[in-house]
C-alpha cells in the first residue's frame, strides 16, 4: 500500500473569523517544515497574500517553500472580518467535505480544520449537525468518536462534553465511559506512537467521591468498570480526585487522562497551555486535529490574532501521521 503524501489539508473555517489570516501567518512561520494545502476561497486570503493554485495536495510540496498553496473552492460571498456571511455557508461545508475526501483517499495525511461558525452555516445551508465534529463523524460513518485535547504538557479527554453540568450523572454510563477509554487507547496507539497507553482517570465527584460520602458513582460502577478494562488489559488508574491529578508529578505517571465532563478536562489544560492546545477527533477513519479556539470575531482582520495554536495543530497531525505510518 503506498503511503499518503505528508501533506495536510487545511479547511479554511469561516472567512470572516480569523481562519484566512492565522492560516497565511502559519504557512509564513512553517513554510517546507510542515507542508499544508488551504482549502478556500483566495479571494478571502489577506490582501498581499503569496499563494499559488494547486490541483492536488502532492504539489504543495513544490510550492509552499515559496507560497501558501491553495486549492481554490469559489464561494458564494466576500469575506467581511468580523462579520459571518450565509452566502459563504456552502463553501465552508464544500472545504471540509473536500477535506474528508482527501484524507480518506490518501491524497493528504492528515485533516486540519480552521473554527466554523454554525449559525451561518445554519442560515446559509441548513446545517443539520450539532457541530463541526458531528459533521465529520457522519461523513466518516461512525457513531461515536471522542474530543481529546492535547499539548506537550497535558493530553485529556472529556467523557461527556457540550451538555449542562445537571445532565452529567445521567448521560455518564458504564457503556459510555467504556467506549471512550477504547477509543482514547486505540488513538494513543495508532497516532501518537504508544504500545502501552497508560490512561487515568478522574472521579465523577469532589474527591472521588470520597467512599460515598459525596456520591456513590464511583463506588458503584467507575471503579468496578475501571478493575475490569485493567484485567481486559488496559493500562488504567483510577478514579482519582480531579483535584490532585493534574500537576506536574502526576502527569509523569499517565499518557493521557480522561475526565468525567467537559471543565474537569478543559480548565488544567487551558491553564497549562492556552495558546498551545489542540483539539484532537479520535475515532475516524482518518487524522484530524483543529486549533482550540474559535473564530475570534471581535479580533479578525486587526493583524492581532496569533496562529500559534492552528501552527500546533498542524505539526500535531504531521506528527501523528508519521507515527500512523511507521
Known amino acids: 500500500m503506498s503511503l499518503a503524501p505528508q501533506v495536510i489539508a487545511l479547511s479554511c473555517g469561516e472567512p470572516g473569523g480569523i481562519g484566512p489570516e492565522i492560516a497565511v501567518a502559519a504557512w509564513q512561520q512553517l513554510r517546507s517544515a510542515c507542508p499544508f494545502v488551504w482549502l478556500g476561497d483566495p479571494r478571502h486570503l489577506p490582501d498581499g497574500t503569496t499563494w499559488q493554485k494547486v490541483d492536488r495536495p502532492l504539489e504543495a510540496l513544490a510550492v509552499c517553500g515559496e507560497a501558501l498553496p491553495v486549492l481554490p473552492i469559489p464561494f458564494g460571498g466576500t469575506a467581511t472580518p468580523g462579520r459571518a456571511d450565509p452566502r459563504n455557508a456552502s463553501g465552508v461545508i464544500e472545504a471540509i467535505t473536500t477535506g474528508v475526501s482527501l484524507v480518506q483517499s490518501g491524497a493528504a495525511s492528515a485533516l486540519c480544520t480552521a473554527p466554523i461558525h454554525k449559525k451561518a452555516l445554519i442560515d446559509g445551508a441548513g446545517f443539520a449537525y450539532p457541530g463541526h465534529t458531528e459533521f465529520l463523524a457522519a461523513l466518516a460513518g461512525v457513531e461515536r468518536v471522542v474530543m481529546m485535547l492535547a499539548s506537550t504538557e497535558l493530553r485529556v479527554v472529556p467523557a461527556t462534553i457540550h451538555i449542562p453540568l445537571s445532565e452529567v450523572p445521567k448521560r455518564l454510563t458504564p457503556e459510555l465511559l467504556r467506549e471512550v477509554i477504547t477509543l482514547t487507547e486505540a488513538g494513543l ?6 504500545t502501552v497507553p497508560r490512561i487515568a482517570l478522574t472521579g465523577l465527584n469532589p474527591h472521588a467521591g470520597e467512599g460515598g460520602a459525596m456520591g456513590r458513582e464511583e463506588i458503584d460502577w467507575i471503579a468496578d468498570l475501571i478493575a475490569a478494562m485493567q484485567a481486559e488489559g488496559f493500562t488504567l488508574t483510577g478514579p482519582h480526585p480531579a ?34 492546545g489542540v483539539n484532537v477527533t ?37 506528527s501523528m501521521a508519521a507515527a500512523q505510518q511507521a
Open 189 to 194: 496507539r495508532q497516532h501518537f506512537g504508544l
Open 243 to 276: 483535584d490532585t491529578l493534574f500537576h506536574a508529578a502526576a502527569r509523569s505517571r499517565y499518557d493521557a487522562a480522561i475526565a468525567m465532563y467537559h471543565d474537569q478536562a478543559l480548565i488544567p489544560i487551558k491553564t497549562l497551555a492556552f495558546d498551545k
Open 282 to 318: 479520535l475515532g475516524l477513519p482518518f487524522i484530524r486535529t483543529s486549533p482550540d479556539h474559535g473564530t475570534a470575531f471581535d479580533i479578525a482582520g486587526q493583524g492581532i490574532a496569533t496562529p500559534t495554536s492552528l501552527i500546533e495543530a498542524l505539526r500535531l497531525a504531521q
